[in-house]
């Protein structure tokens, strides 16, 4: 069965029977998905922090014991969550826990995020997640599991996907653009993003079999990073980058034997570094 929940919440304050009619329109909606078919036990659970304007979420869960947990601060969001897979999350990190208490999983205003996962190997789907932290303003944040993301947002899938991917992002800082993907026929990929800065543009594409590894700290502002992994091997990339100024890198690992590659960039050039590097 397929669900489909758009809708748009605008100014709701912290008045508890705002939030009441929200919760029980999900659950007249849970119900009714309950009595029109088997029971898919898919969640829901979006909680508002604080004065909340112009809020704009889209949810599609079209598979079973998928589970959306997160809560939102701030004014003029947008959230769009795709589920087209069985047992799969998407929310608040288990490494901190939910953050609810401190301004949100996502806290600020402006903020665009967008979460595509999808299986397409029925009871043999393992579990995507994606977790994920966002403290700040503007920051455009667009996720695949199961898909290929373009550099310019296209979105591309194919027959072939058995889930099982991760993702953790976090991001304090504004104006950041990051663009995640992941998809393989049975092997599991991982990424692990700290984005501390502000100005930051982020793409990591992880395909084919062999488990892909990345894990990426960005403690400055205004770097570029492209990180490429794909061939059937096992690769791993791990990068940290800090500095008074920025960092261009581009990393592909496209090979099919394993590779492996660290760097930890201090970059206090006047007008940035460059880092290219290809292990094919």
């Not at 894990?215 to 500095?243: E, F, K, Y």
Request: net charge negative; charged share 20%.
């Amino acid at each position: 069965m397929k669900a489909v929940i758009k809708s748009t919440f605008y100014k709701i304050n912290r008045d508890p029977n705002n939030w009441f009619i929200v919760a029980l329109w999900f659950g007249m909606f849970l119900c009714f998905a309950t009595l029109s078919t088997k029971a898919i036990a898919n969640d829901i659970y979006i909680t508002q922090v604080g004065t909340n304007d112009d809020l704009d979420i889209e949810i599609k869960q079209d598979g079973e014991d998928n589970e959306i947990k997160m809560s939102v601060g701030g004014s003029n969001n947008e959230i769009v969550i795709y589920q087209e897979t069985d047992d799969s999350y998407v929310g608040y990190t288990t490494s901190w826990g939910p953050l609810q208490n401190y301004g949100g999983d996502l806290d600020g205003n402006n903020n665009v995020l967008k979460v595509y996962q999808r299986c397409t190997a029925g009871a043999n789907c393992k579990e995507d997640r994606f977790e994920f932290h966002i403290a700040g303003d503007n920051n455009d944040i667009i996720a695949g599991q199961g898909y290929h993301i373009t550099t310019t947002k296209g979105i591309v899938t194919d027959n072939s996907e058995y889930g099982g991917q991760f993702m953790k992002l976090d991001v304090h800082g504004s104006n950041n653009e990051v663009i995640m993907s992941q998809r393989a026929a049975n092997d599991e990929h991982s990424v692990t993003a700290y984005v501390y800065g502000s100005n930051n543009e982020v793409y990591t594409s992880q395909e084919s079999n062999g488990n892909k590894t990345i894990n990426l700290r960005l403690n400055n502002n205004g770097n570029d990073v492209d990180i490429i992994q794909g061939g059937s091997a096992t690769h791993s990339a791990t990068v940290t980058l800090n500095g008074t100024y920025s960092t261009d890198l581009d990393l592909t690992q496209y090979s099919d034997t394993a590779q492996s590659y660290s760097l930890t960039q201090t970059c206090q050039t006047n007008g940035g570094c460059s880092v290219q590097v290809t292990q094919n």
